[in-house]
């Protein structure tokens, strides 16, 4: 008796659920393209252009050699570790971590 109840009551609703279906699938499809859409341009808009991304990373470079190489010498001469870092560049950013690395290798 309670399957009947139970079928009796859920039928109107898989009814309604199977003939509603259709109508909002495109609807959601369409939402979903447009949500992918503005992801990939958002994505395009924020990427950097190769060029900065090359100049920020030679410049990283550049201060992390210098970095290792007074990081280094502080090192062998047993002088105190004394990083003096100031301002946040890739230049800067780069010595910080080369003096570090350097200073922490003997």
Same mark, same amino acid.
């Given at each position: ?43 395009? @808009?924020?990427?950097? =252009? ?9 410049? *990283?470079?550049? #201060?992390?050699?210098? !970095? +290792? ?6 090192? @062998?001469?047993?002088? =105190? ?9 890739? *230049?800067?950013? #780069?010595?910080?971590? !080369? +003096? ?7």
């Amino acid at each position: 008796m309670r399957i009947k109840k139970s079928l009796i009551l859920a039928g109107p609703a898989l009814l309604t659920a199977v003939t509603l279906g259709p109508l909002t699938t495109p609807s959601v499809q369409a939402l979903a393209q447009t949500s992918a859409t503005s992801a990939q341009t958002s994505t395009h @808009v924020a990427s950097k =252009p190769p060029e900065k991304r090359k100049a920020k990373k030679q410049q *990283y470079n550049m #201060g992390r050699s210098a !970095g +290792y190489t007074d990081g280094r010498s502080a090192c @062998v001469k047993k002088e =105190p570790y004394s990083l003096k870092y100031s301002g946040g560049g890739a *230049y800067q950013r #780069g010595f910080a971590d !080369g +003096y570090n690395s350097g200073y922490h290798s003997c």
